[in-house]
């Protein structure tokens, strides 16, 4: 997708946090920024923008019981392993998010060429893990299904990762998961993506 992080560019840092309708065409304080980091992996920004939500509620601050931090709920490790100091500022906290996405493209975009469907996968492989999807994607080729449809197919295997029978299967690489929040995740993502759209006109020709 020609990624690159010469995109990334340094923006003023925003201590609060609001969620907002109605006549402003506002979802967050954090709007400019998701707008142009959201370029970079060229998704549309309600889409990421409802990422962050389902994520933190955009809550810069928020940390997990797993540790998982910030907008993006991004594992420290995960940080540190792109150089990046997760805690230090919302801007740092979405470049690390960023480079997680590119990631997870880098996995699934030589696999699934339907670009809707795609992201259903990365949605997915953001909350669970690529491991764990990939395994769903396997178990639904053997078992005679589209491994590169989400709905009615790898979505259903994910959560079948939850029986011994299938989580023992040779093709599974990552064992037992429970993948019903996870698919949750990704409807839920979807769901408030096309109420953004409902409320926020599409923005074909902002510069970023």
Excluded: C
């Amino acid at each position: 997708m020609g990624f690159t992080f010469d995109l990334l560019k340094s923006f003023p840092d925003e201590e609060s946090h609001e969620f907002t309708f109605g006549n402003s065409e506002k979802i967050s304080r954090y709007d400019d920024m998701i707008r142009r980091f959201s370029a970079i992996i060229n998704w549309d920004w309600r889409l990421l923008a409802s990422l962050i939500y389902q994520e933190s509620n955009f809550d810069p601050t928020v940390e997990s019981y797993r540790g998982a931090f910030g907008l993006m709920q991004i594992m420290p490790y995960t940080g540190k392993n792109f150089g990046i100091d997760i805690t230090s500022s919302p801007e740092n906290n979405l470049k690390a998010g960023i480079r997680y996405i590119i990631w997870l493209h880098s996995i699934f975009d030589p696999r699934i060429s339907d670009e809707k469907e795609r992201i259903s996968f990365i949605l997915a492989a953001y909350n669970a893990g690529p491991g764990h999807v990939l395994d769903a994607m396997k178990l639904a080729e053997k078992n005679g299904m589209n491994p590169y449809k989400w709905d009615g197919s790898v979505a259903t295997w994910l959560l079948k990762k939850s029986e011994r029978q299938f989580y023992n299967d040779n093709v599974v690489k990552n064992g037992y998961f429970r993948g019903t929040e996870s698919v949750h995740f990704v409807s839920q993502v979807l769901e408030r993506f096309e109420h953004y759209k409902s409320i926020i006109p599409e923005e074909k020709n902002r510069p970023f």
